[in-house]
C-alpha cells in the first residue's frame, strides 16, 4: 500500500471551507494505527474565526478510522442524513441540511465551533474523501465504489431516539 514515501505534510492534497465563526480543512493522509501508516484516509481541522483570521492553532483534529470514511462519504453523497464522530473529549458531527451540509466540532466543555459547507465545497470534500477510499481499498471502479458505499451506510444503525450511531474502532 506504501510503495513510495509518504507525503509531507504540507504536500498532502487538501480542501478548505471558510465560514463566518469557522473554518474547516479537509485533508488526505495517511491512516495511522499504532504509529504505523496502514491505508488512507482524512482529517478534518475546524478552528475558529476571528474576524479575517483563522486561529488554526486552537483547532480540532479528528482523523477518520477505516470505518468512518465511508459513513463521512455516505453523509456527502445523500446516502446518510448525518454522522458523528466521537473520540475522548471532542467530536464532529455533519449532516445535511437544504442547500449544504453543516458541520460542528467540540471539544472538552465548552469548546464549540460550526459552519455550514456551500454546495461547491461538498462537492470537492466528496471527491477527496472518494479518492482517498479509493487509494486505501484500491478500488478503481466508480460504479463499484458507489454500490460498496450503499451498502456500507445501509449497515449505520439507528438508535430507539432516531439517532445514528457508530462507534469508532480505532
Not at 8 to 26: I, N, Y
Not at 119 to 147: C, D, E, M, W, Y
Request: hydrophobic content about 35%.
Amino acid at each position: 500500500m506504501f510503495d513510495h514515501p509518504l507525503p509531507a505534510p504540507g504536500d498532502q492534497e487538501k480542501t478548505r471551507c471558510f465560514g463566518s465563526r469557522a473554518a474547516l480543512t479537509v485533508e488526505a493522509t495517511p491512516l495511522i494505527q499504532r504509529g504505523e501508516p496502514v491505508g488512507w484516509t482524512v482529517n478534518l481541522d475546524v478552528a475558529p474565526r476571528h474576524q479575517d483570521s483563522i486561529q488554526w492553532q486552537r483547532k480540532i483534529t479528528i482523523q477518520l478510522g477505516e470505518n468512518e470514511l465511508p459513513i463521512l462519504a455516505a453523509v456527502c453523497l445523500g446516502y446518510l442524513p448525518f454522522a458523528e464522530f466521537k473520540r475522548p473529549q471532542k467530536g464532529v458531527r455533519i449532516e445535511r441540511q437544504p442547500g449544504k451540509l453543516y458541520l460542528s466540532a467540540t471539544q472538552g466543555r465548552g469548546t464549540a465551533y460550526s459552519l455550514p459547507i456551500p454546495i461547491g465545497q461538498t462537492f470537492r470534500i466528496t471527491a477527496l474523501v472518494l479518492k482517498q477510499i479509493s487509494r486505501h481499498t484500491r478500488l478503481t471502479n466508480g460504479h463499484l465504489l458507489l454500490a460498496s458505499l450503499r451498502g456500507a451506510s445501509a449497515l449505520y444503525s439507528v438508535r430507539a431516539e432516531g439517532h445514528f450511531r457508530h462507534s469508532h474502532s480505532g
